[in-house]
T-cell receptor, first 110, second 117 residues
Framework: GENVEQHPSTLSVQEGDSAVIKCTYS??????FPWYKQELGKRPQLIIDIRSNVGEKKDQRIAVTLNKTAKHFSLHITETQPEDSAVYFC?????????FGKGTSLLVTP | GAVVSQHPSWVICKSGTSVKIECRSL??????MFWYRQFPKQSLMLMATSNEGSKATYEQGVEKDKFLINHASLTLSTLTVTSAHPEDSSFYICSARDNGRHQETQYFGPGTRLLVL
């Protein structure tokens, strides 16, 4: 089955800096890659997603890049703010079930 | 749009009792819903896929007789934890796919925190 690796497990940045989280996947048939943000005790919220026919997607301060050949995708957050502090999960899917990475705990310090 | 609710939000029960958790899509129809379990500081682990009108598909290692899933309508799936034990204590989250939108996108419920004493 699909195996999704996510790094780093924790990330601390200063407010205003950029944060990058990287994921790799094992199944070349995966074609959908969402990123979720989860605050403590709350539901995961979809923040951005990308499909395999696209190499990059941007939404304001958030961007995701996908390298199908290398089977990795990354989340980029620019101009980080304290409210960006949360756990971020990447996932890979063949259009059905989501296989999640282990998560990255991001801390943005003022 | 794309709102998913869960009920109850938290439950405390005695060991040996059964607990039912409801997952509803409020403003869309969902043929497919998913049930996840999340232990503290861990990722979401898929337990089963629930399809309206048919039997659920369980992931390897998940006991179907212990975690009963029913998806009787396009807006409601239920998960019943039968004969709950302390090791079943966890955060249970459902998600739903909107029939009318990109089929890959999953919208999550707020989760149900279960504590078995």
């Amino acid at each position: 089955g699909e195996n999704v690796e996510q790094h780093p497990s924790t990330l601390s940045v200063q407010e205003g800096d950029s944060a990058v989280i990287k994921c790799t996947y094992s199944d070349s048939a995966s074609n959908y890659f969402p990123w979720y943000k989860q605050e403590l005790g709350k539901r995961p919220q979809l923040i951005i997603d990308i499909r395999s026919n696209v190499g990059e997607k941007k939404d304001q301060r958030i961007a995701v890049t996908l390298n199908k050949t290398a089977k990795h995708f990354s989340l980029h957050i620019t101009e980080t703010q304290p409210e960006d502090s949360a756990v971020y999960f990447c996932a890979a899917s063949q259009g059905y079930a989501l296989n999640f990475g282990k998560g990255t705990s991001l801390l943005v310090t003022p | 749009g794309a709102v998913v609710s869960q009920h109850p939000s938290w439950v405390i029960c005695k060991s040996g009792t059964s607990v039912k958790i409801e997952c509803r899509s409020l403003d869309f129809q969902a043929t497919t819903m998913f049930w996840y379990r999340q232990f503290p500081k861990q990722s979401l682990m898929l337990m089963a896929t629930s399809n309206e009108g048919s039997k659920a598909t369980y992931e390897q290692g998940v006991e179907k007789d212990k975690f009963l899933i029913n998806h009787a309508s396009l807006t409601l799936s239920t998960l019943t934890v039968t004969s709950a034990h302390p090791e079943d204590s966890s955060f249970y989250i459902c998600s739903a796919r909107d029939n009318g939108r990109h089929q890959e996108t999953q919208y999550f419920g707020p989760g149900t925190r279960l504590l078995v004493l």
